[in-house]
């Protein structure tokens, strides 16, 4: 089974129009975080949001939210006010702990968000 | 405070050599992780340094080899070069090794096996 699936292979959103990407994810260790990261065209991998497993509340970053609905396994990431710079990929990922103390952590297959002037 | 960097940016091998690529830690951080992404995926773990050791590995085979050094930099050694090796190689450091925590990655260097 896919530890991190993101369903949305791309995406279209209206400039200034807020935008949901998609993220579920499997895990049965109680502690866990989930990441959201931009890839821009360049290459670079873009630190956007973490939410823990423990957190009670949603992470928000700025223009960045992130939906955590611990029961359903979700974690969608919300852009608010979408700008052009924001297109590029968006991986959801997430952080487990394995024996010998190590974090691993696992990318979704990304979505290409395109912003539309 | 400095980002994560990596060296070379872009790198084109021979099917069947040896290469060697860089990370530089953030500031602070101790555990350095390494991840190979191919083209139009995402990135997948290789292995991660912790205090100059290796403390997990992903589906690599032994060919891929690593070291840390005590300033926390890092270094990605491949040898026995194939043409699938070809790929974006991203690594990233955090502060904390065991538990959940962000982590910071650096600009990658492109690998292109002929």
């Known amino acids: 089974a896919q530890k991190i699936t993101q369903t949305q292979p791309g995406m ?20 866990y975080g989930l990441f959201w990261y931009k890839q821009p065209s360049s290459g670079e991998m873009i630190f956007l949001i973490y939410q823990g497993s423990y957190d009670q509340q949603n992470a928000t970053e700025g223009r960045y939210s992130l939906n955590f609905q611990k029961a359903r396994k979700s974690a969608n990431l ?12 968006y991986f959801c990922a997430m ?23 | 405070e400095t980002g994560v960097t990596q060296s070379p940016t872009h790198l084109i091998k021979t099917r069947g050599q040896q290469v ?3 990370c530089s830690s953030q500031s602070g951080h101790n555990t350095v992780s390494w991840y190979q ?13 912790y205090r100059e050791e290796e403390n997990g590995r992903g589906n690599f085979p032994p060919r891929f080899s690593g070291l840390q050094f005590p300033n926390y930099s890092s270094e990605l ?14 690594c990233a450091s955090s502060l904390v090794a065991g538990g ?3 982590q910071y990655f650096g600009p990658g260097t492109r690998l292109t096996v002929t």
């Open chain 1, 95 to 117: 952080s487990e702990r394995y024996s010998g103390g190590y974090q691993k952590v696992t990318f979704g297959t990304g979505t290409k968000l395109q912003v539309i002037p």
């Open chain 2, 100 to 102: 959940p925590g962000e």
């Open chain 1, 78 to 89: 919300v852009i608010s006010a979408s700008q052009l710079g924001d297109s590029a990929m």
């Open chain 2, 20 to 22: 060697t690529l860089r």
């Open chain 2, 77 to 90: 050694n491949v040898n026995a070069l194939e043409l699938d090796d070809s790929a974006l190689y991203l």
């Open chain 1, 12 to 31: 279209f959103v209206q400039e200034k129009e807020a935008v949901t990407l998609d993220c579920t994810y499997d895990t049965s260790d109680p502690s």
């Open chain 2, 37 to 49: 992404q191919a083209l139009g995926q995402g990135p997948q773990f290789i292995f991660q340094y």
